[in-house]
């Protein structure tokens, strides 16, 4: 199964209507968090909203994660280890306040912890190398938060 | 026992805040949030909710720092920590003026510049972190990594 999210502030029906064409085509198994989405995916089983238990097991069960390039939704799926593609929201086209997305997917991209699709044809490109994507990211991802910024957090709290 | 306010908008903000959990072993903890949903997460933590103002909506941002201030009051944390967005900032700024040592962590989504509610709560912070290298500066806010 493979699970799209799209979070909850805001709408994203350009990710969902790609993903639902998409496994129509492919006759793929899907399921979407399509959050305030308008566009209603007709190959794929959704939800409007899921509760953080049951959003936390399909990511786990998930063989692959395809979402907006939400700090939530990324840093959720490396706990899980579960492989992701992000698709950024362009602010060009509405989809967010402004292009933040695309900045924090490019820097993730480059410490090779996530891949990322900037547009429904990368998207598609990567859906059909999406083999080689889960393997890649099987490979271990040190995840842990920073042991500095903790140990300064640590050393500032009072009775330190 | 001390008492650290953990404070954070849904989504993103909380995911990040929650990185932070072990750093706050050992104290009385009160999460702070937007989202209702969120509490069947924090076991039995104390869980209190504030309107959502993300866009800084001027009425709903007047409301938001109301019902924050009287969180803040009822709650007198010895700590605030928040990693955003516009009720944290609330929280840096009531927390401070009532004497709390206060703690900033710009979101990780923020890699291009602060956010402005990190901006602006830069000057209520005792630690003010960005989660980015290239956005520190020597008057801060300072850079010890990330919470991944």
Not at chain 1, 8 to 36: C, H, N, S, Y
Not at chain 2, 81 to 90: D, N
């Amino acid at each position: 199964m493979i699970l799209v999210t799209v979070g909850e502030q805001l709408p994203f029906d350009r990710l969902i209507r790609t993903m639902d064409l998409w496994a129509g085509q492919q006759q793929q198994k899907v399921f979407a968090q399509i959050g305030r989405s308008t566009f209603r995916p007709s190959h794929i089983q959704y939800k409007d909203f899921l509760e953080q238990g049951e959003f936390r097991q399909r990511l786990q069960e998930a063989q692959l994660v395809v979402a907006h390039a939400g700090m939530g939704t990324i840093i959720s799926a490396l706990e899980t280890g579960t492989p992701i593609i992000v698709m950024p929201r362009k602010a060009a086209l509405g989809e967010h306040r402004n292009d933040h997305q695309i900045a924090t997917a490019s820097r993730f991209l480059a410490l090779s912890y996530i891949a990322v699709a900037f547009d429904e044809n990368e998207l598609r490109q990567k859906l059909a190398d999406m083999e080689d994507i889960c393997k890649s990211q099987e490979t271990l991802r040190n995840i842990d938060p920073s042991p500095l910024l903790m140990k300064s957090i640590r050393d500032f709290l009072p009775g330190n | 026992m001390k008492k650290v306010m953990l404070v954070a908008s849904s989504g993103g903000h909380w995911v990040q805040l929650n990185r932070l959990y072990p750093a706050f072993e050992g104290m009385e903890k009160i999460y702070v949030t937007t989202e209702e949903r969120y509490r069947s997460t924090v076991d039995s933590a104390r869980f209190l909710v504030v309107p959502d103002a993300s866009r800084w909506n001027k009425l709903k941002t007047l409301w938001l720092a109301l019902v924050m201030l009287k969180h803040v009051l009822t709650v007198r944390p010895d700590i605030v920590v928040s990693t955003g967005a516009a009720p944290g900032f609330f929280a840096l700024l009531f927390g401070k003026a009532l004497g709390a040592k206060t703690i900033w962590l710009d979101s990780i989504a923020n890699v291009e510049q602060l956010s402005m509610s990190g901006q602006m709560a830069g000057r209520y912070a005792d630690l003010w972190f960005t989660q980015w290298e290239h956005l520190a500066t020597p008057e801060g806010p300072l850079y010890r990594g990330a919470i991944l």
